[in-house]
């Protein structure tokens, strides 16, 4: 199984941009679909962005489409989101996902079909 760790998050004026980055540990990563879910303060985990296992597809939420990039580096063990023209709206807690895709290149956007999660990792957008 594999074991999503984030870092990157921080504090960020509005407007500006941030790279977060999720490293996984254990299993064979290029078997897993990923995503990145957010979290703001009382209010649900919410899909940002999905990956499948090859990279050869992604997915947005309409929130974050255009200003948000989801790549993967298999050879690394690593998924990326790259964020631009952040806004205070996306000031929340990222988390990074992973769901074992045995059979092709699905795309999952449901928190609950993800099997693996990270800790999180703050950001924080200031107007």
């Known amino acids: 199984q594999v074991q999503p760790v984030e870092s990157g998050g921080g504090l960020v004026q509005a407007g500006g941009s941030l790279r977060l980055s999720c490293a996984a540990s254990g299993g064979t990563f290029s078997t897993y679909a990923m995503g990145w879910f957010r979290q703001a303060p009382g209010k649900e985990r919410v899909f940002v962005a999905g990956?499948?296992?090859?990279?050869?597809?992604?997915g947005y939420a309409d929130s974050v489409k255009g200003r948000f990039t989801i790549s993967r580096d298999n050879t690394k063990k690593s998924v990326y989101l790259q964020m631009n023209s952040l806004k205070p709206e996306d000031t929340a807690v990222y988390y990074c996902a992973a769901v074992a895709d045995l059979i092709g290149e699905r795309l999952f956007s449901r928190s609950y079909l993800y099997d693996y999660w990270g800790q999180g990792t703050q950001v924080t957008v200031s107007s």
């Open positions: 990956i499948t296992r090859s990279g050869s597809r992604t």
